[in-house]
Nanobody, 123 residues
Framework: QVQLVESGGTLVQAGGSLRLPCTAS????????MGWFRQAPGKERQFVAT????????SYVDPVKGRFTISRNNDKNMMFLQLNRLKSEDTAVYYC????????????????WGQGTQVTVSS
């Protein structure tokens, strides 16, 4: 089992920045990939970004490319999502997720999830 705890969500003005940390615990050696998803009110959960834990290779959904950056601290089993130039449409609950199956798709089929952290962008 892997446990994930994310934090850092808050109210921020449009154009501002925010960093969301996610801490993994438990069987972290089983993690192949970690990612971020978000769910806006009335919408389905959406893939945002991911990182292969061993190689550091990243992927992003198009609307956040150039604005969001995913990073990690392997020693502390932590992952971060840096959100820059925030827009009102970035308002959502952001979830940290971990994937253990290397055969799974990078933007779906994650095995473990955090509880979510609310990011609200005011225009």
């Amino acid at each position: 089992q892997v446990q994930l705890v994310e934090s850092g969500g808050t109210l921020v003005q449009a154009g501002g920045s925010l960093r969301l940390p996610c801490t993994a615990s438990g069987r972290t050696s089983s993690i192949f990939r970690m990612g971020w998803f978000r769910q806006a009110p009335g919408k389905e959960r959406q893939f945002v970004a991911t990182m292969r834990w061993g190689t550091g290779i990243t992927s992003y959904v198009d609307p956040v490319k150039g604005r969001f950056t995913i990073s990690r601290n392997n020693d502390k089993n932590m992952m971060f999502l840096q959100l820059n130039r925030l827009k009102s449409e970035d308002t959502a609950v952001y979830y940290c997720a971990a994937q253990t199956d290397y055969r799974a798709s990078y933007n779906t089929d994650y095995d473990y999830w955090g509880q979510g952290t609310q990011v609200t962008v005011s225009s």
